[in-house]
């Protein structure tokens, strides 16, 4: 799958539980090769500290440990940052999180981070279940859970089966609460252990913080607040143990 990186979805999917090599996931960062010349046009060999791209990571386990990929899952081809996500990315099912990093000159120019998404793995059993007892398991149990994306975008949904039922996932446009801001750079603050604190959205040209991004964490669940520069907000909260995530306090600024 490729994704544009100025229009990155909000989760991710990275592959099944368990996996090695198995998804290869692609990133057009033409837009940052544009601005930045000397630090998106290769991987970077040492990440955080030479010039180029790489990847960080969470995942779904707790506590929400930040890991940097190996470069040797990165391969860029012209425009497009090819990721194949290893086993230790694969290991845990459930939400996790990715950050893309640029850093050019020396000081990291861009981030972006997404919810990423590990669907569990199937274990060896010897029998395989009766097709109606299958059907039963799956579709006794149904919810639905949703999701903002950009107005200029159509819906999206998403349906995953596993042994606790039938989960939809709906994308609902809306506005920049849910998308990268076109024209910005995104700013992380890290807290102690390594965990994002908050991200600002800050226009490339005249430096004003558009959005502002604050990240609560409670054991397995993960409150975030968006914050645009006009008052509007929304709260997301994902539950890395369920793998559930809610959108409340939907509120439009003036």
Request: proline residues 6%.
């Amino acid at each position: 799958m490729e994704y544009v990186i100025q229009e990155l979805p909000e989760r991710i999917p990275l592959g099944n539980q368990g996996e090695k090599s198995a998804t290869i996931i692609q990133f057009n960062v033409g837009a940052w090769q544009m601005d930045y010349p000397t630090g998106a046009v290769l991987v970077a060999a040492n990440p955080g500290i030479d010039d180029g791209l790489y990847i960080s990571y969470t995942r779904s386990d707790y506590p929400h440990n930040v890991y940097v990929e190996s470069p040797s899952a990165l391969t860029l081809n012209g425009k497009i940052l090819e990721w194949t996500p290893g086993e230790a990315v694969l290991q845990v099912a459930g939400v996790g999180t990715i950050v893309l990093h640029c850093v050019d000159d020396g000081v990291e120019k861009r981030s972006l981070m997404r919810f990423s998404y590990v669907t569990p793995g199937h274990g060896v059993s010897e029998t395989a279940p009766p097709p109606l007892y299958d059907y039963i398991v799956k579709w006794g149990s149904v919810d639905a859970t949703t999701y903002l994306v950009n107005n200029s975008l159509d819906p999206e949904v998403t349906v995953i089966q596993d042994a606790s039922g039938t989960h939809f996932t709906f994308g609902i446009p809306l506005n920049a609460l849910m998308r990268d801001i076109e024209n910005t750079n995104q700013v992380p603050t890290l807290n102690g252990d390594g965990t994002i604190a908050q991200i600002l959205h800050n226009d490339l040209d005249t430096s004003a913080t558009l959005r502002t991004d604050t990240f609560v964490y409670d054991g397995f669940l993960i409150t975030q607040t968006r914050t645009l520069a006009d008052g509007s907000f929304l709260v997301i909260t994902t539950n890395t143990n369920t793998m559930e995530q809610t959108i409340s306090n939907i509120t439009q600024g003036v």
